[in-house]
């Protein structure tokens, strides 16, 4: 099986509404698509580098994979594989990696997760996105609420953390909330609002601290009944070290930032082993990437909630989104990914 042909669409999504963090804002986003095609087969793969890469990073992921792209040209399947690891950016590793599945997939007429060998699964569990505590946030929980959520992810440490605590009890009760503060508060700063808030359904709060070491989290995690996760600072800390000490009790995942499907198992796995809990998560991904990040998740952690529903945010997608219904994202019932580009990023 050789790949005939191969093709990159780039895009720039916009967005409804900003997207807030406590480091970042976001107001588009923006990816490179590659699609490899053989023997009448299409797979797809998104590189959407985190919207903190910068213009430089940005520049490396697109140009990395250019480089990919050249050289998958009239290669067989089985030596495209073999030279994902040559591939020197993780957002383009990925990319890849996903096309090629996606096309082995539907060549064997398997979903991705069942070609990689999980069982059969339907429905993945997602917490909503609802944002930052601003004005409009009671709103978006009420609608989340109503379309069937019973975790709500909410980004913390954008605004004082006083007024934020006094926000988050003011939503009152009927989910759990999982908090996600993006490194934004000192040591003092995260006990203090944690404390604030501890007495509410709280499901997990990422990455809390802004200088963490495995001291600083561990302390902050044998204080709270909920568990604490880690994100964004897992190779900082190192993720042996992380494993050993038990500093935090869930790992978050953005599938891009390790490099592909193998690599993504082989840590989630590790996790596992050491007792910690998987969460897959996107940021405000397209279509064809959450719907990657989702085979994902039916392959490490089919019973837990991930953060993909956020295709809600975007004004417009490159495919038509997986259903979303009842806080479950519903696989595709069909081989590969379950979805493919429409439009101007379809054609070949």
Same mark, same amino acid.
């Given at each position: 099986?050789?790949?005939?042909?191969?093709?990159?669409?780039?895009?720039?999504?916009?967005?409804?509404?900003?997207?807030?963090?406590?480091?970042?804002?976001?107001?588009?986003?923006?990816?490179?698509?590659?699609?490899?095609?053989?023997?009448?087969?299409?797979?797809?793969?998104?590189?959407?580098?985190?919207?903190?890469?910068?213009?430089?990073?940005?520049?490396?992921?697109? =140009? *990395?994979?250019? #480089?990919?792209? $050249? !050289?998958?040209? %009239?290669?067989?399947?089985? +030596?495209?594989?073999? @030279?994902? /690891?040559?591939?020197?950016?993780?957002?383009?590793?990925?990319?890849?990696?996903?096309?090629?599945?996606?096309?082995?997939?539907?060549?064997?007429?398997?979903?991705?997760?069942?070609?990689?060998?999980?069982?059969?699964?339907?429905?993945?569990?997602?917490? =909503? *996105?609802?944002? #930052?505590?601003? $004005? !409009?946030?009671? %709103?978006?929980?009420?609608? +989340?609420?109503?379309? @069937?959520? /019973?975790?709500?992810?909410?980004?913390?440490?954008?605004?004082?953390?006083?007024?934020?605590?006094?926000?988050?009890?003011?939503?009152?009760?009927?989910?759990?909330?999982?908090?996600?503060?993006?490194?934004?508060?000192?040591?003092?700063?995260?006990?203090?609002?944690?404390?604030?808030?501890?007495?509410?359904?709280?499901? %997990?709060?990422?990455?809390?601290?802004?200088?963490?070491?495995?001291?600083?989290?561990?302390?902050?995690?044998?204080?709270?009944?909920?568990?604490?996760?880690?994100?964004?600072?897992?190779?900082?800390?190192?993720?042996?070290?992380?494993?050993?000490?038990?500093?935090?009790?869930?790992?978050?995942?953005?599938?891009?930032?390790?490099?592909?499907?193998?690599?993504?198992?082989?840590?989630?796995?590790?996790?596992?082993?050491?007792?910690?809990?998987?969460?897959?998560?996107?940021?405000?991904?397209?279509?064809?990437?959450?719907?990657?990040?989702?085979?994902?998740?039916?392959?490490?952690?089919?019973?837990?909630?991930?953060?993909?529903?956020?295709?809600?945010?975007?004004?417009?997608?490159?495919?038509?989104?997986?259903?979303?219904?009842?806080?479950?994202?519903?696989?595709?019932?069909?081989?590969?990914?379950?979805?493919?580009?429409?439009?101007?990023?379809?054609?070949?």
């Amino acid at each position: 099986m050789r790949l005939d042909r191969v093709v990159l669409r780039p895009y720039a999504l916009p967005l409804k509404r900003v997207w807030r963090a406590a480091s970042a804002s976001l107001a588009e986003r923006r990816g490179m698509l590659i699609g490899v095609l053989s023997q009448g087969f299409v797979g797809w793969g998104d590189c959407a580098p985190l919207p903190s890469s910068g213009e430089a990073g940005f520049s490396r992921a697109f =140009a *990395a994979l250019e #480089a990919a792209a $050249d !050289g998958l040209g %009239g290669a067989t399947l089985d +030596a495209a594989f073999a @030279g994902i /690891s040559a591939i020197d950016n993780a957002q383009a590793r990925w990319a890849v990696e996903t096309a090629l599945l996606d096309l082995l997939a539907r060549q064997r007429g398997l979903p991705i997760h069942q070609a990689l060998g999980a069982k059969p699964l339907r429905r993945v569990a997602v917490n =909503a *996105a609802v944002g #930052a505590l601003d $004005d !409009g946030c009671a %709103g978006r929980v009420a609608a +989340a609420l109503s379309d @069937g959520f /019973s975790v709500l992810k909410i980004k913390v440490g954008v605004g004082d953390w006083r007024e934020e605590a006094r926000r988050l009890r003011a939503l009152g009760a009927g989910a759990r909330f999982r908090l996600d503060a993006n490194r934004a508060w000192a040591a003092a700063e995260a006990q203090a609002f944690l404390d604030a808030v501890a007495d509410l359904p709280i499901d %997990g709060v990422e990455e809390p601290i802004s200088d963490p070491t495995l001291e600083k989290l561990r302390g902050l995690q044998d204080r709270y009944a909920f568990a604490l996760a880690v994100d964004e600072s897992l190779f900082e800390l190192g993720p042996e070290q992380l494993f050993a000490a038990r500093a935090v009790r869930r790992l978050v995942m953005k599938p891009a930032r390790f490099g592909g499907f193998r690599a993504a198992l082989g840590l989630a796995e590790a996790a596992a082993a050491a007792g910690f809990e998987v969460v897959i998560t996107s940021v405000v991904d397209s279509a064809i990437g959450v719907a990657a990040a989702a085979q994902l998740a039916a392959v490490v952690a089919p019973g837990q909630v991930h953060g993909l529903a956020t295709g809600s945010w975007l004004a417009r997608d490159v495919a038509t989104p997986l259903c979303l219904r009842e806080g479950v994202l519903e696989l595709a019932d069909q081989p590969g990914l379950g979805l493919a580009p429409s439009g101007e990023f379809a054609q070949f």
